[in-house]
């Protein structure tokens, strides 16, 4: 599986961005892909997550309400929807997947949770 992240970018504060991650090679079959970012001097951490068969969602706290995942079954491609942006969102965003079968919610949590990871696309907020 390799996963294609696109559109990142430079935006204001308050402002939104919509990232895409395509799943390449053939139709994902996995159990749940993934968000997670990482600021620079920061551990990569978990954003969103979703349930590739029955569409479950999960976020971080700190994007509740303001960044929504959602998927593309017949493209095999996820999304990241990033509203209300904020400085503190500033960072790389890294897709990642999971072929392993389904996990607890603790598991879609942390980086080794996935198998597949992107090649990550830089977010920008300016104050």
Known sequence: VQLQA???GLVQAGGSLRLSCAASGRTFSGSAM??????????REFVAAI???WGSTYYSDS????????????????????NSLKPEDTAVYYCAA??????ILTILKTATG???????TQVTVSS
């Open 98 to 103: 999971r072929t392993r079968g389904d996990a």
């Open 51 to 53: 349930r590739w068969k």
């Open 114 to 120: 996935y198998d597949y990871w992107g090649q990550g």
């Open 34 to 43: 993934g968000w997670f970012r990482q600021a620079p001097g920061k551990e």
């Open 63 to 82: 994007v509740k309400g303001r960044f929504t995942i959602a998927r593309d079954n017949a493209k095999s491609t996820v999304f990241l929807q990033m």
């Open 6 to 8: 696109s559109g990142g």
